[in-house]
């Protein structure tokens, strides 16, 4: 490993470099929110608070895909504009597995040989400087999905040290922003140590997918369904999930005029799969729980090579049914070593 | 189209309607902008997102011949929010067009064999311009099956556009009505049962097919029945569409999605999905 891209922050100049970012940027940071914590854009001089808890009770992917973004707008003669973000942003204090599910919406967004711009944009225009975890939380389970530390897509990375923070550069931008602040980074020779996080779940993905695939029709999924009950706060919390209408929203006062804006929508609504005569592709609720634990747990990694669970735990936190991806996928492997 | 492109419509005017039925209208469409009008290029089978500003969108398929460069037409049929709002389109009117999206049937692959058409309801857009493309190249295609039924006679379309297909060499055209009527002398009952009435090489035919779910498993077995190979079968599937690009996640069937996988699978490929594909 290349270690002239580390560096060392005290923590004590840790929120001069927060002023600094925030003098420039829009700032998106975990901000104490009830007993949790939730991003937010800083306030100029705000201070951060970076261990009040493991990670925020919502995932980043709102700075990525902000709910109600407007993309297109039109008016009068068939005058039609697409709008381009140019916010310039940064996020800080995100998490390993957060980021992880960053680099999964990018395959989705950014692949198949076609880009969506306005992600692209968002992307392209926002900092990531990642913090390692310290400890980790009731429902994580990212070091089994091999989630919990970072190689890539970061342009600056921190992990505590006890007094100071250790900083790795991973990108251009973050070399740039070291750069900056010279008074605050100094150069570092080693690597960052890491202690060993303690983990309550996990989940066993060897030949995952395939035995999945083989259980397709397993009861396991109709007892899941039994529980749950069509919330979607499973599909709300989840870093990698994307699902979106395009919602055409015209001006009240002059119908000439409008917008068109990206709405997040959830496969755990039977909405979601309808088409014209009412007609409900995923009608029974099995179908509907089985399209998020197989997208999560099988179709991603086929089609994009990666995982779509990273592993952070929220949509166990959040489930009012305590369903648990982690039981779910053990008890599937069970049924089917049994069978 | 671009592949960077987002959700901007190009612009194109509406230049003349047919009523083909209480319920379906098929709309000739020139782009305002030559350059756009140069640009857009689809296969049959394709399909392209078709917007009413503070409407909505809606995907549709072209109905008129890929070779056709001054216009392209699309069949609505009037079932909802957005395709009402187009039902009440007047020459004049401007329509937001995206794509082409998707992949449509692999007729280049296909010369040399024999066609089995079979298109049920509003399923017959994108085969008719599957036949307009074929009957363009004729010479290319051995004999050509038409097979098209309906619910109601009121769901009839492409009276016009039959009649003038059933001229050409080595062409058969076969339309069935589920629900017997006065005004109907022809075939009624349904698609599938036209099958037993067609001598078909099936080693040597291909067969392509648009229409409800239901339907298209009771033809996918009828194919087979014919000795017509899994390979090809091809199939085109309806899924709730949003962006048309792969991005908005709304159209998959397990790992494949509909929007740019499909619309048009082989049955080889669709014997393979695990998520229930009818
Ligand atoms: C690949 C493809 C090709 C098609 N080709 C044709 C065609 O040539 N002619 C034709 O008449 N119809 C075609 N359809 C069906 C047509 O897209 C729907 O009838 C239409 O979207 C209904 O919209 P609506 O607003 O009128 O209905 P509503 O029921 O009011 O729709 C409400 C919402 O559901 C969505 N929606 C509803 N039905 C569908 C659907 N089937 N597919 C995707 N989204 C849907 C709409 O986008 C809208 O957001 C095609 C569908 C697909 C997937
Ligand atoms: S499926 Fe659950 S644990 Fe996995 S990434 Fe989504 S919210 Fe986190
Ligand atoms: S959070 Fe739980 S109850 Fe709600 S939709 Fe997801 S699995 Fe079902
Ligand atoms: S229509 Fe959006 S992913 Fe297929």
Redesign the pocket.
Known sequence: MRNDRFYSLKKSDLQKFIDHLTKRLTVFAPVPDGRSCNYRKLAQGQRVIIDHCTNTEFPPKSVFLPEGEVLLEYGKGDRVSERTPDDRAAIFGIRPCDVH?LLVLDKVMLGHDRVEPHYKKRRDNTLIIAVNCTRAGENCFCESMGTSGLEEGFDLLLTDQGNHFHVEAGSGKGEKLVSENRKLFTPARKEAKRPKLEYKKRIDTKNLPGIMMKMFNSGVWEDVAKRCGSCAS?TF?????YCFNLVHDADIGDLDKGKVVREMDYCMLPRFSRVAGNFVFREPRTERVKQFFYH?LVYGKRRDGKFH????????TECMAHID?TEEAKKVRDVYEKR | MRKDDGYKPMMARVTAIVKESPLIKTFRLSFLKKDDGKSFSFSPGQFSMFSLMGTGEAPLSISSSPLEDKYLEVSVRNVGNVTNAMFRMKKGDTIGVRGSYGRGYPLENLKGKDILIVAGGIGFPPLASAIEYMLDNRDDYGKIWILYGVKEFDDLMYKKRMKRWSLAKDLDIIVTIETPCTEWDGCVGNVTELFTKLKINGRNTAGLSCGPPVMLKLVTSGFRKLGISDDDIYLSFERMMQCGTGKCGHCNIGDKYVCSDGPVFSYSDVKKMQEMVW
């Open positions: 599910a499973c919390t989840c870093p990698t999930c999560k669970c990273v592993g952070c735990g929220r949509c166990i991806i």
